[in-house]
């Protein structure tokens, strides 16, 4: 029997026997019809011998009666959609060698944020559609028939055929235009190699600025008519980013030009195209006068991200999804290095620890995954775009490169870029490349990072002269888990001259402190003075467990202002997470946060405000008769520094406290503070009637409006319509964001049912869902998920992408805090689960049942009400 095109299905990746060499396409997109036509001429090298050729559709209708091979007519055709593989049979086997395989296709502008899609936006004030592509990671398919798989990278030349009054856009620059009555047909030049999910197209009406790099690349900016300045920041980060990399990776950069637009619908932050990086507009337009210090700071790093990808991810690519890490980590670790080389005053490395925290955090989960994680369908792989693959892997890079020291893993990276230039690369090649650059054994060190899930805590204990440590797997949920880790450890005692470093390769070892400490006796400090700090600036991916007499000579080094910022940060967060993994008290760790009352620096009190605001949600389940207390007393602990910032910005500020004062502001109203929520809303009616008022900028303005939120019930809802009004008169995404934010915080259930209902109209961009659903009082959550099992076929439907459909569950489920609520979702997904949000949903119930353990362990607690009242004492 002939083998038939069945035999192909079912697969995680194509057949190899034969890969596309080059791709001549020709697309014309109706924007009106909201449809486009294609057609394909695909160099394809035969190098076994096969009757079918099997590549990637989607989504397409192909002409069948069109398709050639040479001039062979295919014999059977076969679409597989759930597969997404077009297989093409023929009557024979194919010559081995090149040959050209051709194709007419057609397709739908899709309004779902992938493949070739529409996005709306208004011109003069009426609205239009422009045509835009997201491929990354399997949606080029939908665009047009291909090998879909980063693996095969080939050349592309395409052209565009559009309305003649049009702006398009393509990853190279246009080679020549012909006009025909109201088309013109777009020529553009060949790439080089490169892979499908980085091929783009956008076609609209734009305005543009441009400047160049030192080696005069071209760079553009493209934004809405009239919106020009607001690109112009992005712009500058740009161009010296490009000149930074350059430099770093000792390698020009690839193309010879590169543009970067802002799309209003955008289901990402922003996609590194080659030499068309497409945005969300908050990721890339910046406007002094609409523009919070945080957003600058967001769109630099953004900018800075999708640039080092020019290098790391499109010039050398992961040869599979499975190495997405190697993209995405060194993308996010690189793009700190840039900004803080151009802006130091931003202290962007000890910032660097959001990242790691947020690794750490999800890292700890049973329902984690290795970075190296193995994907088996397209539908698996959107998944991996986590805090895994971005901040653990960002993180670990940190690690082994403080490890093996900048200048000798900047050679090898430099290495690594040319060796693999225009191909593909796994993680193991880069280890190679690192390990015969350093001559350090790289890669048994990480490949106990990379391959296995989860990471250590140490457990540090003095015994005499001996600091004793052992490590074991850390979980939230306080089970301990099987691995084993080779830790880069550093450690100092008493001051960070005296430092000692070594790889902890067994589940124990031990430092002498006699000859660590003895360093310290000369300045004549007395024993009991000497703290020891592991994990120096936190460059390890691990926790530390510190026992009593450790932990409290930590205590007075930070009241004593010993320790860096970074270490400061470390020791609240690894207390913290201790704690929810109920290693250590809830007492133990409110006494620590109150060494932290005189800190005024944005870096440390971003992370000591989180774990407030975490405390003060926990403990209204745990202990409701505290609750007020604990409250008052996380007041006291933010309250002096606010007070010294006040409302209103001052001369010559740093970017930090411009930030801090956002920040402390909107925690305060969170927490209660009716001073703070009082003086917002007086604000709030001033900014109200005159949207030109100086005395709300941008800044302070999410803190108002949380605050205008606290007071509206359905009884008194003037503050709830005045924000729409605000939202509504608003045309920038940004001001429309920050509303949206605030919108379902109200204590009131209806309140909180009605903004979530908002996101079912038309006003509401299906991207910006996110914004609601982040809001969510705590009030409302029994509302929110009464209302998510309701419209849940709904949201299916609406929000295909796994990165929006996971938002949804990601906000409502983790609040809830009983083993019941677990169990009663648990109950709902039954038979309702796909690929795209399982993973969400597994990690979102594994932190109810963390919370329920926790919230248990807290009640146990013999002294915790005492020493509420006695810390609250203290401060009084």
Same mark, same amino acid.
């Given at each position: 029997?002939?083998?038939?095109?069945?035999?192909?299905?079912?697969?995680?990746?194509?057949?190899?026997?034969?890969?596309?060499?080059?791709?001549?396409?020709?697309?014309?997109?109706?924007?009106?019809?909201?449809?486009?036509?294609?057609?394909?001429?695909?160099?394809?090298?035969?190098?076994?011998?096969?009757?079918?050729?099997?590549?990637?559709?989607?989504? &397409?209708?192909? @002409?069948?009666?069109?398709?050639?091979?040479?001039?062979?007519?295919?014999?059977?055709?076969?679409?597989?959609?759930?597969?997404?593989?077009?297989?093409?049979?023929?009557?024979?086997?194919?010559?081995?060698?090149?040959? !050209?395989?051709?194709?007419?296709?057609?397709?739908?502008?899709?309004?779902?944020?992938?493949?070739?899609?529409?996005?709306?936006?208004?011109?003069?004030?009426?609205?239009?559609?422009?045509?835009?592509?997201?491929?990354?990671?399997? @949606?080029?398919?939908?665009?047009?028939?291909?090998?879909?798989?980063?693996?095969?990278?080939?050349?592309?030349?395409?052209?565009?055929?559009?309305?003649?009054? %049009?702006?398009?856009?393509?990853?190279?620059?246009?080679?020549? +235009?012909?006009? =025909?009555?109201?088309?013109?047909?777009?020529?553009?030049?060949?790439?080089?190699?490169?892979?499908?999910?980085?091929?783009?197209?956008?076609?609209?009406?734009?305005?543009?600025?441009?400047?160049?790099?030192?080696?005069?690349?071209?760079?553009?900016?493209?934004?809405?008519?009239?919106?020009?300045?607001?690109?112009?920041?992005?712009?500058? !980060?740009?161009?010296?980013?490009?000149?930074?990399?350059?430099?770093?990776?000792?390698?020009?950069?690839?193309?010879?030009?590169?543009?970067?637009?802002?799309?209003?619908?955008?289901?990402?932050?922003?996609?590194?195209?080659?030499? &068309?990086?497409?945005?969300?507009?908050?990721?890339?337009?910046?406007?002094?006068?609409?523009?919070?210090?945080?957003?600058?700071?967001?769109?630099?790093?953004?900018?800075?991200?999708?640039?080092?990808?020019?290098?790391?991810?499109? %010039?050398?690519?992961?040869?599979?999804?499975?190495?997405?890490?190697?993209?995405?980590?060194?993308?996010?670790?690189?793009?700190?290095?840039?900004?803080?080389?151009?802006?130091?005053?931003?202290?962007?490395?000890?910032?660097?620890?959001?990242?790691?925290?947020?690794?750490?955090?999800?890292?700890?989960?049973?329902? =984690?995954?290795?970075?190296?994680?193995?994907?088996?369908?397209?539908?698996?792989?959107?998944?991996?775009?986590?805090?895994?693959?971005?901040?653990?892997?960002?993180?670990?890079?940190?690690? /082994?490169?403080?490890?093996?020291?900048?200048?000798?893993?900047?050679?090898?990276?430099?290495?690594?870029?040319?060796?693999?230039?225009?191909?593909?690369?796994?993680?193991?090649?880069?280890?190679?490349?690192?390990?015969?650059?350093?001559?350090?054994? !790289?890669?048994?060190?990480?490949?106990?990072?990379?391959?296995?899930?989860?990471?250590?805590?140490?457990?540090?204990?003095?015994?005499?002269?001996?600091?004793?440590?052992?490590?074991?797997?850390?979980?939230?949920?306080?089970?301990?888990?099987?691995?084993?880790?080779?830790?880069?450890?550093?450690?100092?005692?008493?001051?960070?001259?005296?430092?000692?470093?070594?790889?902890?390769?067994?589940?124990?070892?031990?430092?002498?402190?006699?000859?660590?400490?003895?360093?310290?006796?000369? @300045?004549?400090?007395?024993?009991?003075?000497?703290?020891?700090?592991?994990?120096?600036?936190?460059?390890?991916?691990?926790?530390?467990?510190?026992?009593?007499?450790?932990?409290?000579?930590?205590?007075?080094?930070?009241?004593?202002?010993?320790?860096?910022?970074?270490?400061?940060?470390?020791?609240?967060?690894?207390?913290?997470?201790?704690?929810?993994?109920?290693?250590?008290?809830?007492?133990?760790?409110?006494?620590? &946060?109150?060494?932290?009352?005189?800190?005024?620096?944005?870096?440390?009190?971003?992370?000591?405000?989180?774990?407030?605001?975490?405390?003060?949600?926990?403990?209204?389940?745990?202990?409701?008769?505290?609750?007020?207390?604990?409250?008052?007393?996380?007041?006291? /602990?933010? /309250?002096?520094?606010?007070?010294?910032?006040?409302?209103?910005?001052?001369?010559?500020?740093?970017?930090?406290?411009?930030?801090?004062?956002?920040?402390?502001?909107?925690?305060?109203?969170?927490?209660?503070?009716? +001073?703070?929520?009082?003086?917002?809303?007086?604000?709030?009616?001033?900014?109200?009637?005159?949207?030109?008022?100086?005395?709300?900028?941008?800044?302070?303005?999410?803190?108002?409006?949380?605050?205008?939120?606290?007071?509206?019930?359905?009884?008194?809802?003037?503050?709830?319509?005045?924000?729409?009004?605000?939202?509504?008169?608003?045309?920038?995404?940004?001001?429309?964001?920050?509303?949206?934010? =605030?919108?379902?915080?109200?204590?009131?259930?209806?309140?909180?049912?009605?903004?979530?209902?908002?996101?079912?109209?038309?006003?509401?961009?299906?991207? @910006?869902?996110?914004?609601? /659903?982040?809001?969510?009082?705590?009030?409302?959550? +029994?509302?929110?998920?009464?209302?998510?099992?309701?419209?849940?076929?709904?949201?299916?439907?609406?929000?295909?992408?796994?990165? &929006?459909?996971?938002?949804?569950?990601?906000?409502?489920?983790?609040?809830?805090?009983?083993?019941?609520?677990?169990?009663? !979702?648990? +109950?709902?997904?039954?038979?309702?689960?796909?690929?795209?949000?399982?993973?969400?949903?597994?990690?979102?119930?594994?932190?109810?049942?963390?919370?329920?353990?926790?919230?248990?362990?807290?009640?146990?607690?013999?002294?915790?009400?005492?020493?509420?009242?006695?810390?609250?004492?203290?401060?009084?």
């Amino acid at each position: 029997m002939a083998a038939s095109p069945d035999q192909f299905r079912g697969q995680a990746r194509l057949p190899h026997f034969a890969a596309p060499l080059r791709y001549d396409l020709r697309l014309r997109p109706d924007l009106a019809a909201c449809t486009f036509t294609g057609a394909a001429a695909i160099a394809v090298a035969v190098s076994a011998p096969t009757r079918f050729l099997v590549l990637n559709a989607a989504e &397409l209708d192909v @002409d069948r009666a069109s398709i050639r091979f040479q001039d062979l007519a295919p014999t059977d055709v076969a679409q597989f959609e759930e597969d997404e593989i077009l297989v093409i049979g023929f009557d024979r086997d194919l010559p081995l060698g090149e040959g !050209v395989l051709t194709m007419d296709f057609t397709g739908t502008l899709n309004d779902q944020m992938r493949g070739f899609y529409r996005s709306k936006y208004l011109y003069n004030g009426e609205s239009r559609n422009m045509a835009v592509t997201q491929f990354e990671a399997a @949606d080029a398919r939908r665009c047009f028939p291909c090998w879909d798989d980063p693996a095969f990278k080939a050349k592309f030349k395409l052209t565009l055929e559009v309305p003649s009054d %049009l702006v398009a856009l393509s990853n190279m620059p246009v080679a020549k +235009e012909t006009v =025909s009555g109201s088309i013109k047909t777009v020529y553009y030049e060949e790439s080089p190699l490169m892979s499908t999910y980085l091929v783009a197209i956008v076609v609209g009406i734009f305005d543009y600025i441009e400047s160049s790099t030192s080696e005069g690349t071209k760079v553009r900016v493209y934004t809405q008519v009239g919106k020009t300045h607001q690109g112009k920041f992005a712009l500058d !980060v740009a161009v010296k980013s490009l000149d930074l990399y350059k430099d770093y990776f000792a390698t020009p950069y690839p193309l010879p030009k590169l543009d970067m637009i802002a799309i209003p619908d955008f289901s990402a932050g922003a996609m590194e195209n080659y030499g &068309l990086v497409t945005y969300r507009d908050t990721a890339l337009l910046y406007d002094e006068l609409l523009s919070s210090a945080s957003n600058k700071q967001q769109v630099a790093i953004t900018v800075a991200h999708e640039l080092a990808h020019q290098w790391f991810g499109n %010039l050398v690519t992961m040869e599979w999804w499975t190495h997405l890490w190697l993209n995405e980590g060194f993308a996010s670790w690189v793009s700190y290095l840039a900004v803080e080389s151009l802006f130091p005053e931003w202290n962007n490395w000890t910032q660097f620890l959001d990242e790691t925290t947020s690794g750490l955090k999800l890292d700890a989960l049973a329902e =984690s995954h290795p970075i190296e994680v193995e994907v088996n369908h397209a539908s698996e792989i959107d998944a991996i775009f986590d805090s895994i693959s971005y901040d653990k892997g960002a993180s670990v890079i940190r690690m /082994l490169q403080s490890y093996l020291g900048a200048e000798r893993f900047q050679k090898a990276l430099a290495s690594y870029i040319k060796k693999y230039a225009y191909s593909n690369a796994k993680t193991e090649d880069l280890w190679a490349v690192l390990e015969e650059e350093s001559g350090e054994p !790289v890669k048994d060190l990480m490949t106990t990072w990379t391959k296995q899930q989860g990471y250590p805590v140490i457990y540090a204990k003095i015994n005499g002269h001996d600091l004793e440590l052992e490590q074991a797997q850390f979980l939230s949920d306080g089970s301990s888990g099987p691995g084993m880790w080779i830790v880069p450890v550093t450690s100092c005692c008493g001051s960070y001259d005296a430092q000692k470093k070594f790889l902890l390769k067994d589940k124990t070892d031990k430092i002498n402190i006699e000859e660590f400490a003895a360093s310290q006796s000369a @300045d004549g400090e007395k024993n009991q003075n000497i703290w020891i700090k592991l994990n120096i600036d936190q460059t390890g991916f691990y926790r530390v467990k510190y026992d009593d007499e450790l932990a409290a000579g930590l205590v007075n080094a930070i009241k004593a202002k010993k320790l860096s910022l970074m270490d400061k940060i470390g020791i609240v967060e690894d207390s913290y997470a201790l704690s929810v993994a109920c290693k250590q008290t809830l007492t133990s760790l409110l006494r620590l &946060l109150n060494a932290y009352n005189d800190e005024s620096d944005y870096t440390v009190l971003s992370h000591v405000t989180s774990v407030c605001l975490s405390i003060s949600k926990i403990t209204v389940d745990a202990t409701p008769d505290l609750n007020k207390d604990i409250k008052q007393l996380l007041i006291n /602990l933010l /309250l002096p520094a606010a007070i010294k910032l006040g409302w209103d910005p001052k001369d010559g500020e740093s970017h930090l406290d411009v930030m801090l004062r956002s920040l402390l502001l909107t925690a305060l109203v969170r927490l209660g503070h009716n +001073e703070t929520i009082n003086e917002g809303i007086r604000r709030f009616h001033i900014f109200f009637e005159d949207r030109k008022t100086s005395l709300l900028p941008p800044d302070t303005r999410k803190a108002a409006y949380l605050a205008m939120m606290r007071t509206v019930r359905t009884s008194s809802r003037s503050g709830y319509d005045a924000l729409l009004k605000i939202y509504r008169e608003a045309s920038e995404p940004l001001e429309k964001s920050r509303v949206l934010g =605030s919108l379902s915080s109200s204590p009131d259930k209806d309140i909180v049912l009605e903004a979530l209902n908002f996101m079912f109209t038309d006003e509401v961009r299906n991207q @910006d869902s996110f914004y609601i /659903l982040g809001g969510i009082s705590l009030e409302g959550q +029994e509302v929110a998920w009464t209302w998510l099992k309701e419209n849940w076929d709904y949201v299916l439907k609406t929000w295909k992408s796994s990165s &929006l459909i996971s938002d949804f569950i990601k906000s409502i489920v983790p609040p809830f805090t009983s083993e019941e609520k677990a169990t009663e !979702v648990t +109950e709902f997904f039954a038979g309702r689960i796909k690929p795209s949000f399982e993973r969400a949903l597994k990690q979102s119930l594994e932190r109810v049942r963390i919370s329920s353990r926790w919230i248990e362990s807290i009640r146990s607690e013999p002294k915790f009400g005492q020493t509420v009242q006695e810390l609250l004492q203290a401060k009084a």
